[in-house]
């Protein structure tokens, strides 16, 4: 086990045992009638682990690769969540023809699909994580998605940097992402999409969303049971917080909300202008 692993795991320890303090607190402060609620509130902490643990996308090495184990690095429901942002994106108005980037692509859970449909060279892909990317490569992709999908097509990069790819792209997705960024990072994403992204062009992302209510306190979703925080992974955000991170930049927003992701996350438009 490597040094960054040990620390990664080191830090994933300290954020639980915070996160489970907060649970003793309200544990101590709850009526009887409120004990059994606050108990399964911890067991959903220790449960979520695993879920926390793929935001931070630890290197994988070849054997976990060989094992499969990079379909849990991303979040795991492989085919449910795959199929379904696919299927989003094509109702959005995705043509073959059109060029689309896969923001922290992973090992494709939703690119496998879009390569299918998408003519050749026309599907691009950014991730943090070489590990997970050479991971999708070989084990994920047939010989006929891997003709489809040039290396030079994917970029390893943790500043969204996406001018590297010397691409202008009418859509862009990033599924799950922003629920695992703090509001900085969302804002260097769209700063770095805007100057990559066409006149009109569309970018969709995932969020966790709270009303204002709930933004200081751990937050439940459903469907799935994840809980979120607002200031650690994962990450729960107001409307009204992306309305602020694209003040000064070339996007407007449009609010689609529920679209049937099983984790219960809520989707944003965002239109380049």
Same mark, same amino acid.
């Given at each position: 086990?490597?040094?960054?692993?040990l620390?990664?795991?080191?830090?994933?320890?300290?954020?639980?045992?915070?996160k489970l303090?907060?649970?003793?607190?309200?544990?101590?402060?709850?009526?009887?009638t409120?004990?059994?609620k606050?108990?399964?509130?911890s067991?959903?902490?220790?449960?979520?682990?695993t879920?926390n643990n793929?935001s931070?996308r630890?290197l994988?090495?070849n054997?976990?690769?060989?094992?499969?184990? /990079?379909?849990?690095?991303? !979040?795991?429901?492989?085919?449910?969540?795959?199929?379904?942002q696919?299927d989003?994106?094509?109702?959005q108005?995705?043509?073959p023809?059109?060029?689309?980037?896969?923001?922290?692509?992973?090992?494709?859970?939703?690119?496998? /699909?879009?390569?299918?449909?998408l003519?050749s060279?026309?599907?691009?892909?950014?991730?943090?994580n070489?590990?997970?990317?050479?991971?999708g490569?070989?084990?994920e992709?047939?010989?006929a998605?891997?003709?489809?999908?040039?290396?030079?097509?994917?970029?390893?990069n943790?500043?969204?940097?996406?001018?590297?790819?010397?691409?202008?792209?009418?859509f862009?997705?990033?599924?799950?992402?922003?629920? /695992?960024?703090?509001?900085?990072?969302?804002?260097?994403c769209?700063?770095?999409?805007?100057k990559?992204?066409?006149?009109?062009?569309?970018?969709?992302?995932?969020?966790f969303?709270?009303?204002?209510?709930?933004?200081?306190r751990?937050?439940?979703?459903q469907?799935g049971?994840?809980?979120?925080?607002?200031?650690?992974?994962?990450?729960?955000?107001?409307?009204?917080?992306?309305?602020l991170? @694209?003040?000064?930049l070339?996007?407007?927003i449009?609010y @689609? !909300?529920?679209?049937k992701?099983?984790?219960g996350?809520?989707?944003?438009s965002?239109?380049?202008?």
């Amino acid at each position: 086990m490597n040094k960054e692993r040990l620390e990664n795991i080191k830090g994933d320890l300290e954020r639980s045992q915070l996160k489970l303090k907060q649970i003793r607190d309200e544990l101590e402060q709850s009526s009887d009638t409120n004990l059994q609620k606050a108990v399964n509130k911890s067991d959903q902490i220790i449960n979520h682990t695993t879920e926390n643990n793929s935001s931070n996308r630890l290197l994988l090495s070849n054997e976990e690769a060989n094992a499969g184990l /990079h379909r849990e690095s991303v !979040g795991g429901m492989w085919d449910e969540i795959g199929q379904l942002q696919f299927d989003f994106i094509l109702n959005q108005g995705l043509k073959p023809e059109m060029k689309f980037v896969d923001i922290e692509c992973g090992c494709f859970r939703g690119g496998v /699909h879009f390569l299918r449909y998408l003519n050749s060279g026309n599907y691009y892909g950014i991730d943090m994580n070489s590990s997970l990317i050479d991971a999708g490569y070989q084990q994920e992709l047939d010989v006929a998605n891997r003709n489809k999908l040039p290396k030079k097509n994917l970029l390893v990069n943790d500043h969204f940097e996406l001018y590297l790819l010397g691409v202008e792209f009418e859509f862009a997705l990033a599924q799950s992402v922003f629920t /695992h960024l703090p509001l900085n990072h969302i804002r260097r994403c769209l700063f770095e999409l805007a100057k990559c992204v066409k006149q009109g062009g569309k970018f969709y992302a995932t969020f966790f969303e709270c009303s204002s209510e709930s933004l200081y306190r751990l937050t439940t979703h459903q469907p799935g049971g994840i809980i979120t925080y607002m200031d650690s992974d994962p990450y729960h955000y107001q409307l009204q917080d992306f309305f602020l991170l @694209i003040k000064g930049l070339p996007w407007t927003i449009s609010y @689609i !909300g529920d679209w049937k992701h099983p984790r219960g996350q809520k989707m944003l438009s965002f239109t380049k202008i």
